[in-house]
């Protein structure tokens, strides 16, 4: 491939070009270029993407925010700059999503909850949302057990010719008291080891103003205040290396992630309390490599991560029984994936991953769970242009090992899945796309073991997932630049689910099984570009998502064929972005539709439906070398007032001003 440079370069460039110049003045001699990737397959299960400008566009400062954009998402939000933010997807419950950064999962064995929140947009370059599985068969074991998987890329640095480093700072301020600075510093150790730094510190106070209102169940109007939003504040740092290096044959990566912060909890606003003494210390470390070969038909991914989590909770509430405690997870991860073509249209892989986790606490009695979990995967992918099939097999290996107890059997789980592409006419710009999978999860530690809120009875839960879509894409340099619209029909049951309810204390949850839930739903998002005038450009997305998530377990149950608590019928998003001459306007819209907030849909558990409009004005511009942006966010533009979860009220309107300074 050392020739394609060249190839690229003269199919770009117009042949009028070099109407009036002499030919032998266009021989040049071009350096040679070793390229150390393969060519991307098509994905057979399109993914939900917002990446590059689209995605730093948004109204949106955690990668939690940028997910409501995302059909089939629900984002869990208690409130404030630093509330805990969680993310579910097609309702089958956040234990099911997979949270991959830079090609290795997050994990979290105590309570299986990724806080997105703590997850900035500043240094993230795409963010994709894959149901059911990645479109690749080249990926760690691990990948394969998740039915929906968020994948977060951090950016790459690339130097043109010349340059040997680039830097990057940013500084935002608004509302609640917000002060947050980041920095980003790419430098050029040699030809083939480049090196990034990213840092950031957010602060802010958390307070905010909030409406307060509640209806009895005879309609009559309970009570009506307007509060000041107490507990909410958040100091905390996070800080990045990444260094990238290019084989011969391949490619590496190592990472170090550190994240330092403490937060209050802001809490529910119940019985007329209105401040809270609960306040979390967290500090989340892992160090991570990664190493890509390519050996003729042969490919080898292997990565390794060692990850501590430290977390501080402390609950000083004179009305609750006081706690002072302390969490530590340790987490060891190997995998190894091989992938081997067959022949131009088959491909097959096999992959292993191993992974350790390990909970302590300063808690009386805690039994110190220890778990090895042990992944074995064997897929293949059949390419016949027209028909593309992925089919997948995937062995879970559980054993865990506590202090003083029995511990549950061992878990031996086998997990297939099958997805199928196909273009039936002759420009490939429609496809029909199916596919079937089912999927398992282990009970966290908090779920089985902890005193105050653990079930050790939980039952596992495993997932069948069937799903079929249509996906029309065209790109082209007319008026319409691009046009997109996709729609999925899908349906998911659940044995087991397990449910987390907040129990008065965010930090803690009360824990069960609701059995079996049945869950139906359609996703459709469209995406259109115009370009009226050659320096204008306006981008149109949205996407609406329908769900019936019910309760199917025992026909005796009150609740039998209720929606399961917090998951809507209808939501929906929408963004409209026009851009000109380096001025870009951007306006989003979310909307969410009515839920319950308990099992029974009875007009007592009724939480309204909610929508926010948000809108920014961004401004571009050089001074010489250096590019400049100017940002203005106006959130929640009307000012509504809105619950994502029952009493914990969300800010009205805000405003956040950012200034990047880039060289």
């Known amino acids: 491939m050392k020739y394609l440079f060249s190839l690229v370069i003269l199919n770009i460039i117009p042949f009028e070009a070099f109407a009036d110049v002499p030919l032998d003045s266009l021989s040049y001699q071009l350096k040679e270029v070793v390229v150390t990737a393969r060519k991307l397959n098509e994905d057979i299960i399109p993914a939900q993407t917002l990446s590059g400008e689209e995605l730093h566009r948004l109204n949106s400062n955690s990668v939690a925010d940028a997910l409501r954009y995302f059909s089939g998402v629900q984002v869990k939000d208690y409130g404030g700059v630093g509330g805990i933010k969680t993310v579910n997807i097609r309702s089958m419950g956040t234990n099911h999503t997979g949270v991959v950064y830079d090609g290795v999962e997050l994990g979290n064995a105590q309570n299986g909850q990724i806080d997105l929140g703590q997850f ?41 010719d010349g340059e040997n480093y680039h830097a990057r700072a940013t500084v935002r301020t608004g509302s609640f008291d917000l002060l947050n600075p980041s920095a980003l510093i790419e430098l050029k150790l040699s030809e083939r080891i480049s090196t990034s730094l990213s840092a950031e510190w957010i602060n802010s106070s958390g307070k905010y103003k909030f409406r307060y209102r509640r209806v009895n169940p005879a309609g009559e109007l309970a009570y009506d205040t307007t509060a000041v939003r107490q507990n909410g504040d958040i100091n905390a740092t996070r800080i990045e290396l990444n260094t990238h290096g290019i084989l011969n044959s391949g490619s590496w990566n190592f990472k170090v992630y550190n994240y330092n912060s403490e937060r209050g909890v802001p809490g529910a606003i119940v019985n007329n309390v209105w401040r809270r003494g609960e306040r979390i210390w967290d500090t989340n470390s892992f160090a991570q490599g990664r190493y890509t070969g390519f050996f003729g038909k042969f490919t080898t991914l292997n990565n390794i991560k060692y990850a501590f989590y430290r977390t501080h909770y402390v ?14 997870q340790k987490e060891v991860y190997f995998s190894s994936a091989n992938e081997y073509e067959v022949t131009n249209f088959c491909s097959v892989s096999a992959s292993y991953d191993f992974m350790w986790n390990t909970l302590d606490a300063d808690v009386y009695g805690f039994v110190k769970p220890d778990r090895i979990s042990q992944f074995l995967s064997a897929a293949t992918a059949l390419n016949f242009n027209r028909i593309k099939i992925q089919a997948s097999a995937l062995g879970t290996f559980i054993h865990d090992k506590i202090r003083g107890q029995k511990a549950p059997d061992d878990k031996h789980v086998f997990s297939p899945a099958i997805f199928l592409n196909t273009y039936p006419f002759h420009k490939k710009d429609f496809s029909i796309r199916v596919f079937f999978k089912q999927s398992f999860r282990m009970p966290t530690f908090n779920d089985l073991y902890y005193a105050d809120m653990g079930n050790s009875q939980l039952s596992p839960e495993r997932v069948t997932q069937y799903n079929i879509g249509l996906l029309y894409d065209h790109n082209s340099y007319t008026f319409i630049s691009a046009a997109r619209l996709s729609t999925d029909i899908y349906y998911n049951r659940v044995k087991d689910k ?5 129990k008065g204390q965010q930090f803690r949850w ?14 459709v998002t469209g995406l259109l570009t115009l370009n009226p005038y050659r320096d204008i450009y306006l981008t149109v997305r949205a996407q609406y998502t329908f769900q019936r998530a019910i309760d199917i377990t025992n026909p005796s149950d009150n609740y039998y064929r209720d929606q399961i608590p917090y ?6 998003a929408a963004v409209v972005n026009a851009q000109w001459k380096g001025w870009g306007l951007n306006y989003s819209w979310i909307y969410v539709g ?5 099992q029974e849909n009875i007009r007592y558990n009724y939480t309204q439906p909610w929508y926010t409009s948000d809108v920014s004005l961004s401004k571009d511009f050089m001074l010489g070398r250096v590019s400049l942006r100017g940002l203005i966010e106006i959130n929640n533009l009307l000012s509504q007032d809105y619950d994502v979860i029952l009493n914990y009220p969300m800010p009205k309107r805000n405003y956040r001003f950012t200034l990047t300074v880039e060289i």
């Open 567 to 572: 998951i809507p019928r209808h939501s929906g």
């Open 120 to 160: 900035s947009l500043d240094n993230i370059e795409a963010l994709s949302l894959y149901n059911g599985q990645k479109s690749e068969i080249l990926q760690p074991a691990k990948d394969f057990g998740s039915a929906g998987t968020i994948y977060m890329r951090t950016r790459t640095p690339v130097f043109n």
């Open 498 to 502: 397990i449910v987390a309810y907040p």
């Open 510 to 523: 009360t824990m069960l099984n609701l059995g079996l839930v049945d869950i139906q739903g359609i996703d």
């Open 594 to 598: 009515e839920r319950y907030n308990q």
């Open 315 to 328: 609950n000083n509430d004179d009305k609750q029984v006081k706690i002072d405690n302390l969490y530590k």
